[in-house]
């Protein structure tokens, strides 16, 4: 889901209803702000999130197996 908002002059961001509903997000409720390059990443605290009904993206690192695992990071 992509949105779009205004910053008012005292830099204050309205997240629109749609995703307060949807992720549950009441007043007082704690957003934290991670900056990742040009992109701003707001993340809800201490907040249980609703169920998804949506399948994962990938299923790596879900199936048990007797192989040990191997570091991607190794031999770069």
Not at 9 to 18: C, L, S
Not at 31 to 57: D, H
Request: proline letters at 8%; one cysteine or more.
């Amino acid at each position: 889901m992509e949105t779009t908002t205004t910053v008012n002059a005292d830099g204050t961001v309205t997240i629109p209803a749609e995703i307060r509903k949807r992720y549950g997000i009441k007043p007082g409720a704690e957003v934290c702000c991670v900056m990742n390059g040009y992109q701003l990443e707001m993340r809800i605290v201490g907040t249980q999130l609703p169920e998804s009904n949506t399948k994962p993206v990938s299923g790596f690192g879900m199936i048990k197996s007797d192989v040990p695992s191997v570091d991607p990071h190794v031999g770069l």
